[in-house]
């Protein structure tokens, strides 16, 4: 599946909790236990933010070269 729910909010879990020891819900054939990275709100901004503007960036620059 292209847009799956459960994956992001584990992915947000995983970068901004400090939550120890998890799993994976409504995921059997994963069963590695997860911790949380507990990332500084400086370190979320360029994960979040700073990524997808330099993304976004790259598409408008292959965009117009297409043109």
Request: net charge negative; no cysteine.
């Amino acid at each position: 599946m292209l847009f799956d729910a459960e994956l992001y909010r584990t992915t947000f879990r995983i970068l901004e909790s400090e939550d120890e020891h998890f799993y994976i819900e409504n995921k059997p054939f994963y069963h590695w236990p997860l911790g949380g990275f507990g990332l500084s709100d400086a370190v979320l901004k360029k994960v979040y933010r700073d990524n997808a503007l330099a993304l976004m960036e790259t598409a408008r620059k292959n965009a117009k070269g297409a043109e």
